[in-house]
């Protein structure tokens, strides 16, 4: 996958406030739950004004799940970037088995995220914004898509979300339900592998 141009200086500032505003607020949500902790608590904490926090992030909700903007650019840029002669499809289980391998965020697997799967459960308001990311991240994979000459971007695009949503869900109530962590991961990347290889069948040609 090729890489852009590197931050300047000002951008990796502006990266790093922005995490550690996020950071600082998820600790927060996790202790208290989302709906008990104002944003004006969260600007205190980290050192800024509200409108700081605004400026980084328009809602509230986008204080937790501030990955999905991360989200609809990876998938999007597995696309646009893939190898020479690698399928759209092919680019995308790459990703996903990628972020599994890194422990990323995005692939949802590990003890730390157990907390963050109940702050969810626990807010009606992140349950609502999370099916708004989704579709956000569907949304950038239909423009990749598009661009990459696939015969029904559309319907390919709401596929694969689909499939990774499930995978991604499944993975989370076995941690939510105390499994092993270890089996969780190896039966995520079976999954993983198993939808892939289902859409590869169901891609419109």
Same mark, same amino acid.
């Given at each position: 996958?090729?890489?852009? =141009?590197?931050?300047?200086?000002?951008?990796?500032?502006k990266r790093e406030t922005r995490q550690r505003?996020?950071?600082?607020?998820?600790?927060? +949500?996790?202790?208290?739950?989302? %709906?008990?902790?104002? $944003?004006?608590?969260?600007? #205190?904490?980290?050192?800024?004004?509200?409108?700081? $926090?605004?400026?980084?992030?328009?809602?509230?909700? !986008?204080?937790?799940?501030?990955?999905? @903007?991360?989200?609809?650019?990876?998938?999007?840029?597995?696309?646009?970037? #893939?190898? @020479?002669?690698? /399928?759209?499809?092919?680019?995308?289980? #790459?990703?996903?088995?990628?972020?599994? !391998?890194?422990?990323? =965020?995005? /692939?949802?697997?590990?003890?730390? +995220?157990?907390y963050f799967w109940r702050v969810v459960? %626990?807010? =009606?308001?992140?349950?609502? *914004?999370?099916?708004?990311?989704?579709?956000?991240?569907? /949304?950038?994979?239909?423009?990749?898509?598009?661009?990459?000459?696939?015969?029904? @971007?559309?319907?390919?695009?709401?596929?694969?979300?689909?499939?990774? &949503?499930?995978?991604?869900?499944?993975?989370?109530?076995?941690?939510?339900?105390? %499994? @092993?962590?270890?089996? $969780?991961?190896? %039966?995520?990347?079976? &999954?993983?592998?198993?939808? +892939?290889?289902?859409?590869? *069948?169901?891609?419109?040609?």
């Open positions: 996958m090729s890489k852009g =141009p590197e931050p300047s200086l000002r951008e990796r500032k505003i996020s950071n600082i607020a998820t600790l927060l +949500f996790a202790e208290r739950g989302f %709906d008990a902790v104002t $944003v004006a608590e969260v600007a #205190r904490v980290a050192g800024v004004s509200a409108m700081t $926090v605004f400026n980084y992030f328009p809602r509230k909700e !986008d204080l937790f799940l501030d990955r999905i @903007p991360e989200a609809a650019e990876l998938f999007a840029e597995a696309v646009r970037g #893939r190898a @020479p002669g690698e /399928s759209p499809l092919a680019a995308l289980r #790459r990703l996903a088995l990628q972020l599994l !391998d890194q422990g990323h =965020p995005l /692939s949802g697997v590990g003890e730390r +995220f157990v459960i %626990d807010s =009606p308001a992140l349950r609502a *914004r999370a099916r708004e990311g989704l579709e956000e991240v569907e /949304s950038a994979l239909v423009a990749a898509l598009a661009e990459a000459g696939a015969a029904d @971007p559309h319907l390919l695009a709401a596929l694969t979300v689909a499939a990774y &949503r499930t995978v991604y869900v499944t993975s989370a109530r076995r941690l939510m339900a105390g %499994d @092993p962590v270890e089996e $969780v991961a190896e %039966d995520h990347r079976a &999954r993983l592998k198993s939808a +892939f290889a289902a859409l590869e *069948r169901m891609a419109p040609q």
